[in-house]
């Protein structure tokens, strides 16, 4: 059975400090992996998405793929209190267009 | 452009009743897909529809539950007699293309319809 699992929560760091979330996956197959912030009550809203090995940065986020140990990781930096949400990891699995999602991984940032 | 969009936003319904919700991808986008997520838990897949393809409903739960959708534009999804754990937050997503991987598959999701049925 395909999967994906995050560290489980709650995370909670100090305002300014690194949040570090990790995911790691079943299929060695799969090809996109994607990260999603949910605050309480709302809908996910896509904050990065990663196809390669390596590392991607956007502003204060930055994704880590590798592959060969089937894991993504999301690190936040400088965390803001508006980081404080709900983190999902979705990853599609091989020729497939679907997103399976982890459970989701709650952080909260503590001013 | 604007975002996805769907109505209503909370539907309250009697056990037994039929529901329908609506769901307006992002303008160009040609796969639209429909997620559930029941209270606390994560998100399951229901169906995707990429243009003129057959859908994939390999995620619906049961047969009281369909979804239509118009060429490359609105999509409905019915519930028919609807029972206490159909009660969710169902979410509608839409991406620029429907190909695993690579750019232009990123999915954006609506607002989603919070479902209560009674």
């Known amino acids: 059975q395909k999967e994906v699992e995050q560290n489980s929560g709650p995370l909670s760091v100090p305002e300014g400090a690194i949040a570090s979330l990790n995911c790691t996956y079943s299929?060695?197959?799969?090809?996109?992996f994607f990260w999603y912030r949910q605050y309480s009550g709302k809908s996910p809203e896509l904050i990065m998405f990663i196809y390669s090995n390596g590392d991607k940065e956007d502003g204060r986020f930055t994704a880590q793929l590798n592959k060969a140990s089937q894991y993504v990781s999301l690190l936040i930096r400088d965390s803001q209190p508006s980081d404080s949400a709900t983190y999902l990891c979705a990853v599609s699995f091989s020729n497939d267009y679907k997103l399976s999602f982890g459970a989701g991984t709650t952080v909260t940032v503590r001013a | 452009g604007a975002g996805v969009s769907q109505s209503p936003s909370n539907k309250v319904t009697e056990k037994g009743k039929d529901v329908e919700l609506r769901c307006d991808p992002i303008?160009?986008?040609?796969?639209l897909y429909w997620y559930r997520q029941r209270l606390g838990q994560g998100l399951e897949f229901l169906i995707y529809f990429q243009g003129n393809s057959a859908p994939d409903k390999s995620g619906l739960p049961s047969d009281r539950f369909s979804a239509e959708r118009t060429g490359e534009s609105v999509s409905t999804l019915t519930i028919q007699r609807t029972q206490q754990e159909d009660s969710a937050v169902y979410l509608c997503a839409s991406s620029l293309i429907g190909l695993a991987g690579g750019r232009g598959s990123e999915q954006f999701f609506g607002p989603g319809t919070r479902l209560t049925v009674l």
């Open positions: 303008s160009g986008h040609t796969a």
């Open positions: 299929d060695r197959g799969s090809q996109s």
